[in-house]
């Protein structure tokens, strides 16, 4: 017989899910995975553009990954580069590099206005949806979108589909953002409590251990040998502060990435 009592959460997967959903939800609304905290590369010329999006449709996610890694560590963050890449990190970096490659390529070709109309009418069908056929029927949408099929086998509606009754209990729930200003509030409550699916626990569980988690000394995920929190919200944060202090816009950072990339490469051979 297994042990009696509630399941111990595992805030690491969670904190994991979270952002995984978080990233899927803005896109979905904003056609961006994540609010972009510098100008776009408008002093790159496309020919620039194209020759950067080869490039990193050549690089493997363990490249990806070693690569923000040096990056980070030379805007000085504090980043351990010798241990080797976990699955999770592959895994993300995976994601964040088709991401990072679809967002230049709309750069090169912008998204019509109609089409960012599209993208707000799902999500908003998403929130509104309060049955199973009206949900079934706004995630069928989400996933002709040009970035849902192009992400590989990760597919965040049907995610959703399959687990329409706790998604939809999450929005029945008293605690839902209703405030016609809390679109973001919606974006963190939902992907908090998808999270909490993924992960085997319950939406609401989930919700609140990630709401009320400790990001300081003595946090779940807090990193001794780092000295700082772990979570993707304070990793964010901590690299967004460094980008605004030495970077000064995002063409920079863009050109910086490639010469980390190419010195890496070089290392390599």
């Known amino acids: 017989m297994g042990k009696r009592g509630p399941k111990p959460v595992d805030i690491g997967l969670l904190n994991t899910w979270e952002f995984e959903f978080y990233k899927a939800f803005c896109l979905l609304r904003d056609g961006s995975v994540l609010p972009r905290p510098t100008m776009p590369p408008l002093g790159f010329t496309p020919a620039e553009l194209r020759a950067l999006i080869a490039q990193l449709k050549r690089m493997t996610p363990e490249d990806y990954w070693r690569t923000q890694g040096q990056l980070a560590r030379d805007l000085g963050e504090t980043v351990n ?3 080797p890449p976990r699955s999770v990190d592959l895994w993300s970096a995976e994601r964040n590099l088709k991401q990072e490659i679809f967002w ?6 912008p998204p ?15 929130v509104r949806a309060n049955t199973y056929s009206a949900l079934k029927k706004a995630c069928r949408r989400w996933s002709r979108m040009p970035d ?18 706790p998604f939809l209990f999450m929005k029945r729930n008293p605690r839902f953002p209703r405030s016609r200003y809390g679109d973001n509030s919606r974006i963190d409550y939902l992907a908090r409590g998808m999270a909490g699916v993924l992960a085997g626990v319950s939406p609401m569980t989930a919700i609140e251990r990630l709401r009320n988690m400790k990001h300081e000394h003595g946090g779940p995920l807090w990193d001794m040998r780092e000295g700082r929190c772990i979570c993707w919200r304070c990793s964010l944060n901590s690299s967004n502060e460094v980008s605004k202090m030495t970077q000064g816009s995002y063409e920079n950072g863009l050109r910086r990435f490639i010469e980390v990339a190419d010195k890496l490469k070089q290392q390599r051979s």
Request: proline fraction near 5%.
């Open 148 to 165: 849902v099929r192009t992400a590989g086998p990760t597919s965040f509606p049907s995610h959703v589909t399959a687990n329409a009754e």
């Open 104 to 109: 230049l390529e709309q750069t090169l070709v």
């Open 112 to 126: 019509k206005a109609q089409a960012q109309v599209r993208r707000r009418k799902i999500w908003d069908d998403l």
């Open 81 to 83: 580069l010798k241990r």
